[in-house]
Each structure stands twice: as C-alpha cells, then as structure tokens.
C-alpha cells in the first residue's frame, strides 16, 4: 500500500501557477453567473438559454430547484464532452464548473434579494446578460465550460461538422421558443437582448483586450517602407513576395502587426516612403510572441 502511494504522489501533476489561475477563474465564473440568474433573470423570468434556461421553464411550472436540474442535465453532457472533446481535463473542469454554479443558484448567499434589485426588465436583460457573459468568459479562461449550450454545440460540430455559431443559434432558439410559450412574448424578446449582451460580454472577457491591427502593404519601395517601420514604430515586418493579376508587375507584399494607438503613425510612414503603396489594414483578436503578449501555457 505504502508503495502505491508513493507511485500516485511521484505521478501527480505538480500544482503550477497556471492551473491555480484557471481555478480561480472557474470559481470567478460560476460564482457570476449564478448571481446573474438569481438576481436578474429568475425574477424578471427570462430565459437564459441552454440547460439553465430550460431548468427555468421546468421550475416555472412544477417549483423544482433550478441548480438541481442543471446539475441533472449536464451529467449525459460531460459524459460525452469527455468521449469526444478532450478527455478527463476537460470533463473535470466543466464538472467542476457546473457543480459549483449548481449549488450557488440553489443556496444562494443570503443578502441576495430574493425577487432581484428591479422589476425593469431592460435593467435586468442588461446587467443580467453583462455579468453572466463575464462569467462565462472567465469560465472560459479558465479552460473550462459552462456546460449544456456549450458542450452540445461542440459536440455537434466535432461530430456533424455543424458550425458552433449555428449549433448555438439552434439549441438557444429552442429554449427562447420555449420561454415565449412559458413566460410571455415580450419576456423571451427581452432574454433575446440578453442573450446578445451575454455573448459580447463573453467574447471580451474570454479574449481580453488585446485586439491589435494587421497591415498588408504592397509597394515598390519595400526596402525604405521596411526600414521606416523598423525604425520608427520599432515593430517587426515579414516580406513576401507577389505580383499584380492585373499588371503582372513583381510587388513586395510587408505584413506587420500594430497596435490600435500606432494605426496613424504607420499610415504615415508608409505614406512618407512610398506614396503609391496600397494598405490593407485588418484586426486580429490577440498577438502572442515578441513584442506583444507573451504565450500562456
């Protein structure tokens, strides 16, 4: 027994800062969203869509506990997120995650208002939608999921080829569709609104701020292009080359990555050294590598 022990303590993973991190960030994330669903969208009786969503509408007609059903329904869903996205890790960090949300939406902290702050129901769409996105973005972070929607939709689109946008899009539907039949019309065209506010909230909790701008310069001067943006921006450039469909011309094609605030300062140096280059510039939603963030494990 002694040596058994010892062989499952040698093989233990170590704890690191990382996976410390990702924990809190589950904890964070559950924690806002159930105070999400118990302050604002039980008591304005909108549907937040997935699992939870349907345990709202469940608990509407028959008084079952809210956190009882979510923990009920995702069981078959984790079991096969485990099968099928990634094994052990990820099962037992949305687990985790889901169990934790579970609990808090039916034990709920005692100074948190049992019929919500508001009877606006634009308030409670709003700030409803605003902090169970950053939850769920956090959950995110944390390399976790929340469960139903998400597990389901990944699912579908390992397993069907099912775009997860569209996945999302089909599951959601259906539980708007049933809260419009529970609750009322104008209820389920509010939990619309926060469903959209949720998922922008998401999106930018999950990604940070790190949105940074891609360039696309084809000139004839790349050499006096190149050296302006090493020299006064201070950001690497990578050459490529090309050539005009219409003119069958040879261009150098530059690619370079800013950020938002240095947008002005190189259109003007590409201005300055090539007065006929054509820029393309886009958006990238982070940059990892020198210069920029650094990669996370």
Known sequence: MGTLLKTIRSNRPPLTWQSARDALFLVAGAT?????????LVPALLASGGVSGLAQIINHYTGWPIGLMVF???????????RYLGGPKFALRTAFAVVLFSILVDYPLSWIPANGLTPDPVLNALYGGVISGVGFGLVYRGR??????D?????????????????YLMTDALII??????????NALYALVMLYVSGIAAEATSQGSNVVRTALIVT???ESVTQEILHRLGRGVTLMPGRGGYTGQERMVIYCVVTRAEVALLKA????????AFMVIGQAHEAL?????PFSE
């Open 177 to 186: 569709l049933l809260a419009g039949l529970s609750f009322s019309w104008e």
């Open 289 to 293: 590598g020198e210069g920029f963030q």
């Open 144 to 149: 976790g999921t929340s469960g139903g929607t």
């Open 151 to 167: 597990i389901l939709a990944r699912i579908l689109s390992h397993w069907r080829g099912i775009p997860i946008s569209q996945s």
């Open 72 to 82: 009920l329904g995702n069981i078959p869903l984790v079991t096969l997120g485990w």
């Open 220 to 222: 004839a001067q790349p």
């Open 269 to 276: 140096v590409v201005r300055a050294a090539d007065q006929s």
């Open 32 to 40: 806002l969203q159930a105070l999400a669903l118990r302050v604002f």
